[in-house]
């Protein structure tokens, strides 16, 4: 693609911009909704939820999250009660999360509020339109994944 035709579509720019209004969008439905979780912490919370047992390093590379944020929200969840830090049982001092009961009641009454968000942020786009960007969205991603060093 020749440079002209990346500078109108400014790819970075759009993806940034969405990336953004989709942030502000969810923590001011939360809000609205007074959850006792910010999107942020449910997102670390969603990917435990899926991976229960993960290294907090795990945790930072499948969140795209560096690790001193992911330290502050390991330890915000920790302290409410969601997550907990369970020692390797082969002695090491390397940590495992977990999710409480807690954590998982807290997962299971967010999610709702979550998919409406997704509801509306897809309205009035097609099931064709959603699997085209889908299929953009995921090349993208590979481009980029092939590009970066994430350390797991």
């Known amino acids: 693609m020749d440079r002209e ?59 795209l999250k ?23 049982s082969n002695g090491r001092k390397v940590l495992k999360l977990s999710v409480t009961e807690a954590g998982r009641k807290i997962y299971e009454d967010t999610l709702p509020v979550i998919l409406s968000i997704w509801a509306a942020t897809a309205e009035g786009i097609s099931d064709e339109e959603l699997d085209s960007f889908n299929r953009v969205q995921a090349k993208l991603r590979k481009n980029l994944l092939d590009k970066v060093n994430i350390q797991i």
């Not at 400014?10 to 609205?32: C, D, E, H, M, R």
């Not at 997102?43 to 435990?48: D, I």
């Not at 290294?55 to 590379?61: K, M």
């Not at 920790?78 to 020692?87: F, L, P």
């Open 66 to 88: 560096d690790r001193p944020n992911i330290s502050r929200i390991v330890t915000i969840l920790e302290n409410m009660g969601y997550i907990t830090k369970v020692q390797e």
């Open 5 to 63: 035709k990346l500078l109108q579509q400014k790819i970075g720019l759009v993806l940034s911009g969405l990336g953004n209004l989709s942030k502000i969008f969810a923590v001011q439905t939360f809000a609205a909704k007074k959850l006792k979780i910010t999107p942020e912490q449910f997102t670390v919370l969603a990917v435990l939820y899926e991976n229960d047992g993960i290294y907090q390093r795990q945790l930072s590379a499948m969140t």
